[in-house]
């Protein structure tokens, strides 16, 4: 298994570009989510995807939309990209009911906007 | 701001204990979770604790939780330099299966 899997593994931008950022897991899971992390400020969640089909906003979704496109892969887009949205961005799947409540990571995309 | 605290730093000689802790504020809070994130790296989780227990221990790993005072630590026996990283912990609240992140904890271990 190779779990949760991202690409790019980092991008620049310029501001007002557009980019969309790739996920994907071979655990089966139904949740998945994706998260800013940016320094001092632990992960914040953008959007998460509990089912295929489904999509919610999380605590910062401005900027940024999603798409569930089945089980295995939820990417994230950003539409006219700006310097604030320069960040590390993880995404993660799992969070199921009990000790699946886990959720496990991708290794990230670094993508830094100019 | 946060709703998980984290001191920001530790530090700690090779061989000793250390011991990162987190307070939360959620009391309806299912599942605390504890993640190591290397330089580079993705997080991995490192060990995770229902809310009904108070102790739960993974070989060098022990994590304690006060329910009451809404603390959680976790405990690094023999620490080791691979050790070294930043530590997340991360609650699970009972609405929704949403973490809430601490601003993570990077502890350095020196030889």
Not at chain 2, 64 to 81: E, G, P, V
Not at chain 2, 106 to 111: E, Y
Request: proline share 3%; charged share 20%; hydrophobic share 30%.
């Amino acid at each position: 298994n190779a779990g949760v899997t991202q690409t790019p593994k980092f991008q620049v931008l310029k501001t007002g570009q557009s980019m969309t950022l790739q996920c994907a897991q071979d655990m089966n899971h139904n949740s998945m989510y994706w998260y800013r992390q940016d320094p001092g400020m632990g992960l914040r969640l953008i959007y998460y995807s509990a089912s295929e089909g489904t999509t919610d906003k999380g605590e910062v979704p401005n900027g940024y939309n999603v798409s569930r496109l089945n089980k295995r892969e939820f990417s994230l887009r950003l539409e006219s990209a700006a310097p604030s949205q320069t960040s590390v961005y993880f995404c993660a799947s799992g969070g199921e009911g009990g000790f699946q409540e886990t959720q496990y990571f991708g290794p990230g995309t670094r993508l830094l906007v100019l | 701001g946060e709703d998980v605290e984290q001191s920001l730093f530790l530090s700690v000689r090779e061989g000793d204990s250390s011991v990162i802790n987190c307070t939360y504020t959620d009391s309806s809070s299912t599942y605390l979770y504890w993640y190591k994130q290397e330089p580079g790296a993705g997080l991995q989780l490192l060990t995770y604790i229902f809310s009904n227990m108070d102790m739960k221990q993974d070989q060098r790993l022990t994590v304690l939780l006060n329910k009451k005072d809404k603390h959680l630590s976790l405990r690094i026996a023999d620490t080791q330099t691979g050790d070294s990283a930043i530590y997340f912990c991360a609650e699970l609240r009972a609405a929704g299966n949403k973490l809430t992140f601490g601003g993570g904890t990077r502890v350095l271990v020196k030889p």
